[in-house]
């Protein structure tokens, strides 16, 4: 029998799986749904940068929302309410007669994507333990669904079309809700959950003010660089993987390749933390991220196989160490209320790389400046490692 503790954490990380994989599905598909719709080849992908930025920004925006909601009501209702839209949303999209329709399908799975962090990572670490293996693990299961996004997209666009990219995994999580919610209803989650309603004893560790200071500077720049690499990686290897293959299934799978190993990183970087200070594993991370982004804008085929690999695995790398960081000075109680702060600043700002990345691409200048504004932006990371404080 698998005890309930275990059926908890699988939700709550096939939750993390699906979150990704569903926002980014237009990054594969919007290139052929601009087509369906009459943009030319020539500018169907940039056209239809545009429609994805809505559902980015509230993707961060309705956090703050979703952990009132997990306050006043449950953390685990919310979990519910999270699979169920996400699949509707998804299926709605899918269904789309016009542009605007894709827009407003692509803004409902925002909305109901921006449930999972504050009230998922929140229930990850509410218990305490090893808090650097479970987010590290949790985090392989996201990135997993980045990895996931190009790679099923890309084969249900060879087999069938955009539309059912969306409607196939909208199905699929409809199902997994029901799922979820017949295991929420039982007596045993009933006690599982009962944690969420218990006053945390413990107050904001010393050293908090700076700690989140750091907290918001890395948050701000890694969600440029987040959002970047994961919605133009797909597409830079459309474009600059020619020499190995031009089927958009091939390069949707290199893309889920990059995505699935650099994930794991997050297990590595989680026992580390579990081990050693916080802020000497951000520092070296941070130092080796400007490098091989700027390296990425520049090199083509199996090069930039592997420089995307290594950037994509710091990238990814770096994503447990905030949630550590805030797992040791913010009480559990208060922990939703900055979680989802995090993520409306984090995913904002990734909003703003598509944004710059849209500027930059119909302006002429390529992926070499878009690139070169990622390394940019993740210098900023270096600096807010030295910033936090020592006992981290």
Same mark, same amino acid.
């Not at 994961?230 to 600059?240: A, E, K, M, S, V």
């Not at 970087?269 to 951000?282: A, E, M, P, Y």
């Given at each position: 029998m698998i005890n309930s503790s275990k059926f908890r954490f699988f939700y709550i990380n096939f939750g993390h799986f699906i979150d990704h994989m569903f926002m980014l599905?237009?990054?594969k598909a919007a290139f052929n749904a601009g087509i369906e719709f009459g943009i030319g080849k020539e500018k169907a992908y940039v056209e239809m940068i545009p429609y994805g930025i809505p559902s980015l920004i509230l993707f961060g925006a309705c956090a703050p929302i979703a952990a009132f909601l997990a306050d006043k009501?449950?953390?685990?209702?919310?979990?519910?309410?999270?699979?169920?839209?996400?699949?509707?949303?998804?299926?709605?999209?899918?269904?789309?007669?016009?542009?605007?329709?894709?827009?407003? *399908?692509? #803004?409902?799975? *925002?909305?109901?994507?921006?449930?999972?962090?504050?009230?998922?990572?929140?229930?990850?670490?509410?218990?305490?333990?090893?808090? *650097?293996?479970?987010?590290?693990?949790?985090?392989?299961?996201g990135n997993m669904g980045v990895a996931g996004a190009p790679l099923v997209t890309g084969y249900i666009l060879t087999q069938y079309d955009w539309r059912m990219a969306f409607i196939i995994p909208g199905f699929f999580s409809i199902i997994l809700g029901i799922s979820y919610l017949l295991y929420n209803k039982s007596d045993v989650v009933g006690t599982v959950f009962s944690s969420e309603k218990k006053e945390d004893p413990l107050g904001f560790a010393p050293g908090w003010q700076r700690a989140l200071i750091s907290l918001f500077l890395v948050t701000a720049a890694g969600g440029f660089v987040f959002g970047g690499m994961?919605?133009?990686?797909?597409?830079?290897?459309?474009?600059?993987m020619q020499g190995i293959s031009n089927d958009i299934a091939v390069?949707?799978?290199? #893309? #889920? #390749?990059?995505?699935?190993?650099?994930?794991?990183?997050?297990?590595?970087? *989680?026992?580390?933390?579990?081990?050693?200070?916080?802020?000497?594993?951000?520092?070296?991370?941070?130092c080796s991220q400007p490098v091989f982004l700027f390296l990425m804008g520049v090199l083509t085929d199996y090069?930039?196989?592997?420089?995307?690999?290594?950037?994509?695995?710091?990238?990814?790398?770096?994503?447990?160490?905030?949630?550590?960081?805030?797992?040791?000075?913010?009480?559990?109680?208060?922990?939703?209320?900055?979680?989802?702060?995090?993520?409306?600043?984090?995913l904002l700002i990734g909003a703003g790389a598509l944004i710059t990345a849209r500027y930059l691409l119909s302006s002429g200048s390529g992926f070499e400046s878009v690139m070169q504004s990622l390394s940019i932006s993740a210098c900023i990371v270096l600096f807010a490692a030295f910033l936090l404080p020592k006992q981290v």
């Open positions: 599905i237009f990054a009501w449950s953390r685990s209702g919310m979990m519910t309410v999270f699979f169920f839209g996400i699949g509707l949303a998804s299926i709605i999209t899918g269904l789309a007669q016009s542009l605007l329709q894709i827009g407003i *399908g692509l #803004a409902l799975i *925002g909305v109901f994507a921006s449930i999972y962090h504050p009230v998922g990572i929140a229930m990850l670490i509410e218990r305490g333990g090893k808090i *650097g293996w479970l987010l590290g693990m949790n985090g392989v299961w994961t919605f133009l990686i797909p597409r830079l290897f459309d474009i600059r390069t949707g799978a290199l #893309a #889920a #390749a990059i995505y699935a190993v650099a994930a794991f990183t997050q297990l590595l970087v *989680g026992s580390q933390i579990d081990k050693r200070s916080i802020k000497s594993v951000l520092i070296f991370i941070a090069s930039l196989f592997v420089v995307s690999l290594l950037a994509m695995g710091f990238v990814f790398g770096q994503i447990p160490i905030t949630d550590a960081v805030l797992s040791q000075y913010i009480p559990d109680k208060w922990r939703t209320k900055v979680l989802s702060i995090k993520f409306l600043i984090n």
